[in-house]
Nanobody, 131 residues
Framework: QVQLVESGGGLVQAGDSLRLSCTAS????????MGWFRQAPGKEREFVAL?????????????YYADSVKGRFTISRDNAKNTVYLLMNKLDAEDTAVYYC???????????????????WGQGTQVTVSS
């Protein structure tokens, strides 16, 4: 089992930056594909970003982003700390949501944005952007 704990959320103003962290325990997640999703009030949980291994025999990764955050958000990982980060720049009110960390051993490239592909989830951290 993998336990995920998010941190770093808060209340910020439009244009500000915020960095979220997701620390895993229970297993080493260096071989896992790690993603971020978010859910705004009254809306479905949506894909934000993914950092995915390039193959089963490598520890190199590629990042993928939702169009709405591309160029503003950056996903990264520190395997030594079993932690994944989401750096969010130029935040606006539409980024307000609960942000969730997710993990799975291997997510297919064609369906990585689907929340059903992920096996483990954190409890979420609230991000509120005031305009």
């Amino acid at each position: 089992q993998v336990q995920l704990v998010e941190s770093g959320g808060g209340l910020v103003q439009a244009g500000d930056s915020l960095r979220l962290s997701c620390t895993a325990s229970g297993r080493t997640v260096s071989s896992y594909d790690m993603g971020w999703f978010r859910q705004a009030p009254g809306k479905e949980r949506e894909f934000v970003a993914l950092i995915r291994r390039n193959g089963i025999s490598t520890y190199t990764y590629t990042a993928y982003y939702a169009d709405s955050v591309k160029g503003r958000f950056t996903i990264s990982r520190d395997n030594a700390k079993n932690t994944v980060y989401l750096l969010m720049n130029k935040l606006d009110a539409e980024d307000t949501a609960v942000y969730y960390c997710a993990a799975t051993q291997r997510v297919p490239h064609g369906t990585y944005s689907q929340k059903t592909e992920y096996d483990y989830w954190g409890q979420g951290t609230q991000v509120t952007v005031s305009s």
